[in-house]
């Protein structure tokens, strides 16, 4: 039976990475920072099949020999885990992380550099690195009628110089990877999520799934009831799962993906939801509209991947979160960020 690892296997990604290896009949390592913390990771140990054949590993990104326990035995790993902080799609101003280095940069650019080179301790044999379209798109070349490729990388000195930490963590986190691969005839392959939306397992609420429900809740947003118009790309998380385990067990995969199904201004989304969900706190004026180049996952399409209708997407999500009590009447914003 194969055996894989996933790094921060109880965050939003991790825990559907999880689900469907294990319903894949894969032994899975998970590794968490605590696995004591029920909060957190509680939900994994009920997934089908968890009791049988899911192992969670005490482990720190920035901990290497907490890796190379987890990997040891493992023929694939995953990596996912990576800070994400609360306010990455926020365009609220002033919202900043105090200490960049040690909150975002380290964990995502050493804890990759770690986790290679565990996986080339365990004699790992391939590595699928989650990246995000935050390492592509973020770039002052390009403009709003371009179709972003592999080809297109976030610009580093840009990045930095705006600060924004998320995309340059991500960015060097990925060439670091890439870079790797090829000093060490490793195979590891990319994948570069836009905006992954969908429903939760896990019971704490992450970043993106912050963004939307920001769409269906006035509490969340910081100016009411009115948002601005920004056209973004999305992808559903089912579909994005799909894609990591393709790109693991393809033996064609190579190099960086693109992962984006749809790409639609706030306004256009907001009207998707309301017209299968009337009803709810939904903004009602649009300011301005903002739009940025789109991505195109072409690459993997054609190596065999798919994506659900944004429909379905959005009919799951609202049914996750009035499950989850976060659409209740009086029920607070899971967050002081706000959108
Ligand atoms: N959501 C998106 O739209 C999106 C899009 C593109 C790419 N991505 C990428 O996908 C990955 C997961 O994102 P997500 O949306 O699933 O966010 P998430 O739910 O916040 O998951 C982040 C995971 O990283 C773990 N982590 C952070 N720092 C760590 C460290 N130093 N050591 C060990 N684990 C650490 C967290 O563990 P704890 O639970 O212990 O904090 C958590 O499990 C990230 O690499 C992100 O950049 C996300």
């Known amino acids: 039976m194969k055996r894989v690892c996933v790094t921060g296997a109880g965050g939003y990604i ?7 290896l294990l319903s894949k009949g894969y032994v899975v390592h998970g590794t968490v920072r605590d696995p004591c913390d029920e909060t957190k990771n509680g939900h994994l140990k009920k997934l089908e099949h968890a009791e ?51 909150e975002q940069l380290d ?3 050493l804890g990759t550099q770690n986790v290679l080179k565990a996986c080339s301790k365990a004699k790992v044999e391939k590595v699928v690195v989650v990246s995000s379209g935050a390492a592509v798109m973020v770039n002052p070349k390009w403009t709003s009628d371009m179709e972003l490729d592999e080809s297109c990388w976030t610009d580093i000195v840009h990045a930095n110089s705006t600060q924004n930490w998320y995309a340059l963590s991500k960015t060097k986190a990925e060439m670091e990877a890439l870079n790797f691969a090829k000093r060490h005839d490793m195979k590891v392959v990319t994948i570069c999520p836009s905006i992954v939306i969908g429903p939760m397992l896990q019971s704490t609420i992450n970043a993106t799934s912050l963004l939307l429900l920001s769409y269906m809740k006035e ?37 960086r993906y693109i992962c984006s199904a749809y790409t639609l201004t706030t306004k256009e989304f907001v ?22 180049a789109s991505l195109n996952s072409g690459k993997l399409l054609k190596l065999g991947w798919n994506y659900r209708p944004l429909e379905e997407t959005i009919v799951d999500t609202i049914k996750n979160y009035e499950e989850a009590g976060f659409l209740e009447k009086g029920k607070p914003f899971p967050s002081t960020v706000t959108f």
């Open 107 to 109: 964990p995502a650019i």
């Open 271 to 292: 009207a998707k939801m309301e017209c299968l969900y009337p009803g709810y706190n939904y903004p009602k004026i649009f300011r301005g509209q903002t739009s940025s």
């Open 14 to 20: 991790g825990s559907w990475a999880v689900k469907l």
């Open 52 to 102: 049988e054949r899911l192992h969670l590993f005490k482990a720190d990104m920035l901990d290497y020999e907490s890796l190379c326990a987890a990997f040891a035995g493992c023929s694939g790993v995953i990596h996912v885990a990576s800070p994400v902080p609360l306010h990455v799609a926020s365009t609220v101003p002033g919202l900043r992380i105090p200490n960049p280095q040690v």
């Open 219 to 255: 509490e969340g947003r910081a100016r009411g009831d009115s948002m601005e118009n920004i056209k973004r790309p999305y992808v559903d998380i089912r579909d994005v799962s799909e894609a990591i385990i393709l790109l693991y067990e393809n033996l064609e995969s190579n190099g």
